[in-house]
């Protein structure tokens, strides 16, 4: 089991910058791939991005692209989201999500692929 919790969501203006944090503990140690989803009102969750275990490889959504990167810290176990030139459109409930060995999630933008979840942070942009 993992346990993940988010935090870092807030009320910004378009163009701001906000960063995410998700903080795993439990069943660490074995390595654990990473990915963040979001959830608009009235609409299904979307992929965002993800990072592998180790940090080598990245897999981001097209709309998110030069704006969002992820990143990890594993002595910490924590994994970032720093958004940038945020968009009205970005509003959501960001979800962190992982997965530990076997690696059957990763390359997956569904999150129905992903095992673990956090509950949820909520990023709202105003214009």
């Known amino acids: 089991q993992v346990q993940l919790v988010e935090s870092g969501g807030g009320l910004v203006q378009a163009g701001a910058s906000l960063r995410l944090s998700c903080a795993a503990s439990g069943r660490t140690f074995t390595g654990y791939n990473s990915a963040w989803f979001r959830q608009a009102p009235g609409k299904e969750r979307e992929f965002v991005l993800a990072i592998a275990w180790n940090g080598q490889s990245t897999d981001y959504a097209d709309s998110v692209e030069g704006r969002f990167t992820i990143s990890r810290d594993n002595v910490n176990n924590m994994v970032y989201l720093q958004m940038n030139n945020l968009k009205p459109e970005d509003t959501a409930m960001y979800y962190c999500?992982?997965?530990?060995?076997?690696?059957?999630?990763?390359?997956?933008?569904?999150?129905?692929?992903?095992?673990?979840w956090g509950r949820g942070t909520q990023v709202t942009v105003s214009s």
């Open positions: 999500a992982a997965e530990i060995p076997p690696w059957t999630a990763w390359g997956s933008h569904l999150p129905g692929a992903w095992e673990y």
